[in-house]
């Protein structure tokens, strides 16, 4: 399904921007030019989703919603919605670096704005377009943007420690909030249109240019969601509004004590019998803004690992069976062939990777796991089938050029390993990483931004299991030479892709 090609992993909040942090504006299609003019084909972003505490995409308030912080001001007046006045007295925000917190804070007080003006202008053209997209995302869009505004109302309480009528969604409650609420959710409705706006012109534009967008699907959503508290009976919540078993990885490489992610697990009982239709609705969503779906921790459909939802730590729980193939089978009779890519890392048994391969779906390698104390030989290239994706890091890594650091610091076998595996000479030990991707048979590679940028730890994007100070990390463009896109284009042509 998948041609030889190669691309750049970048979430658009590290996008350079005057306004605090990455948005869909002019920086996002001067990145996809810079794509372009690479001979890149392929655009990696993690989930686009409004974030909440700790600001990670992979805890969203919904599954289906778009982020508002990526939202341009500078597209808004271009398209008329808003006067150039709500361009004016941007603070101080720091270039390299999102705060999230001063963001937040900006960006919704000029977003209040941008609805007010929209208010008064009354253009038909726009409203035509609100009015279409209402219609069109009515599955989530109503429930979504009523569950936000309450959650303000309650200063951003989780929806289980709201007034229980409300939490419980009683009729009478549900009206109420409608009613004293009716500025806040159509306010909320109208930023979901201004995402999905600038979110699909910008994608037009990449796809006009050759270049597809691989999209992010967690496979978990987070207890406190839209999601959760609409369609309570498809999740493992008790009758009182607590998880009640909970997901998570047992220990692993990432961390002596696993990974206690808190996401509520699935009744997949309940969920099998309308053939899915929460999933299917979500897959078609992710489809409307990516060409391809990475699907994070596919072990999952297998089996996963069910915690008890009061436990501290990942450490104690027990692997239930998924849904396994009845479920992508169900999807391949609605959607046909689904263009999946699946994450596969971690310590699985042999049933994922025979999950994986009867629907074809090309799973991942990351390079840095070949080598080190803890290498792993399935990672070195020479090993690869051609059905699989390479990187040389991902998000959840330390960067290419950190991870040598640590190499030289601790473990000079292992650094004597490299430089004769790859044939480095030493001096530029990223570059030698990359071309290591690029001449592998693996039909795709995708880079992070900050290895081609050759930055080191203070570059990196998320440190699993750290609650906090993680998804800040932006580039400038000075970082970006004519070097470092000649070298692109040549990898890109010697090695086909």
């Given at each position: 399904m998948f041609e030889r090609s190669a691309g750049v992993l970048l979430h658009p909040t590290s996008l350079p921007s005057r306004f605090g942090i990455?948005?869909?504006?002019?920086?996002?299609?001067?990145?996809?030019?810079?794509?372009?003019?690479?001979?890149?084909?392929?655009?990696?972003?993690?989930?686009?989703?409004?974030?909440?505490?700790?600001?990670?995409?992979?805890?969203?308030?919904?599954?289906?919603?778009?982020?508002?912080?990526?939202?341009?001001?500078?597209?808004?007046?271009?398209?008329?919605?808003?006067?150039?006045?709500?361009?004016?007295?941007?603070?101080?925000?720091?270039?390299?670096?999102?705060?999230?917190?001063?963001?937040?804070?900006?960006?919704?007080?000029?977003?209040?704005?941008?609805?007010?003006q929209f208010k008064k202008n009354k253009s038909k053209e726009i409203e035509n377009k609100f009015l279409r997209f209402r219609q069109e995302e009515k599955y989530w869009l109503d429930d979504y943007c009523l569950f936000v505004a309450i959650k303000d109302y309650f200063d951003g309480k989780p929806w289980n420690e709201w007034n229980n009528d409300i939490a419980c969604r009683k009729e009478n409650a549900l009206n109420h909030y409608k009613d004293i609420l009716k500025k806040e959710i159509e306010f909320h409705r109208f930023i979901q249109f201004l995402f999905f706006e600038q979110w699909n012109e910008l994608k037009a534009y990449a796809n006009s240019k050759g270049i597809k967008i691989i999209g992010d699907l967690p496979i978990f959503v987070a207890f406190d969601s839209s999601d959760v508290w609409v369609h309570r009976n498809l999740f493992e919540v008790t009758d009182d509004g607590k998880p009640l078993y909970i997901a998570g990885v047992p220990p692993d490489y990432f961390s002596p004590t696993g990974q206690r992610w808190g996401n509520p697990h699935y009744k997949w009982d309940v969920m099998e019998k309308d053939d899915y239709h929460w999933w299917r609705?979500?897959?078609?969503?992710?489809?409307?803004?990516?060409?391809?779906?990475?699907?994070?921790?596919?072990?999952?459909?297998?089996?996963?690992?069910?915690i008890d939802g009061d436990a501290p730590t990942a450490e104690k729980g027990e692997w239930v069976?998924?849904?396994?193939?009845?479920?992508f089978f169900t999807l391949e009779k609605y959607f046909g062939k689904l263009p999946i890519i699946a994450e596969d890392l971690g310590l699985l048994v042999e049933e994922v990777y025979k999950l994986r391969d009867k629907f074809d779906f090309p799973g991942m390698k990351i390079l840095q796991f070949a080598f080190g104390t803890n290498g792993e030989k399935k990672?070195?290239?020479?090993?690869?089938?051609?059905?699989?994706?390479?990187?040389?890091g991902s998000h959840d890594n330390d960067t290419t050029l950190g991870w040598w650091n640590s190499i030289q610091n601790n473990d000079?076998?292992?650094?004597?390993?490299?430089?004769?595996?790859s044939g480095s000479d030493g001096k530029d030990i990223v570059r030698d990483m990359i071309r290591l991707a690029y001449s592998s048979v693996a039909d795709i590679v995708i880079i992070p931004m900050q290895d081609l940028l050759r930055l080191g730890s203070e570059a990196r994007m998320n440190f699993p299991g750290k609650p906090s100070g993680n998804w800040m990390w932006r580039f400038q463009w000075e970082q970006i030479?004519?070097?470092?896109?000649?070298?692109?284009?040549?990898?890109?042509?010697?090695?086909?892709?």
């Open positions: 990455g948005d869909l504006g002019q920086n996002a299609y001067k990145f996809v030019d810079f794509l372009e003019e690479s001979k890149q084909k392929l655009w990696q972003v993690l989930p686009l989703g409004p974030t909440s505490f700790g600001d990670s995409p992979y805890q969203c308030l919904s599954a289906f919603a778009g982020n508002p912080l990526l939202i341009s001001f500078e597209k808004i007046v271009e398209d008329g919605i808003a006067s150039e006045s709500i361009l004016d007295d941007v603070p101080l925000f720091d270039e390299n670096f999102v705060e999230y917190g001063d963001v937040i804070e900006y960006k919704f007080e000029v977003l209040n704005e941008v609805f007010d609705e979500r897959i078609k969503s992710l489809l409307k803004v990516s060409d391809i779906i990475r699907i994070d921790h596919f072990r999952g459909f297998y089996n996963y690992w069910k069976l998924g849904p396994g193939e009845k479920f990672f070195l290239p020479h090993n690869y089938t051609r059905n699989c994706v390479v990187y040389t000079t076998d292992e650094k004597e390993f490299f430089l004769i595996y030479s004519q070097n470092l896109i000649n070298e692109l284009k040549t990898f890109v042509e010697v090695f086909e892709r």
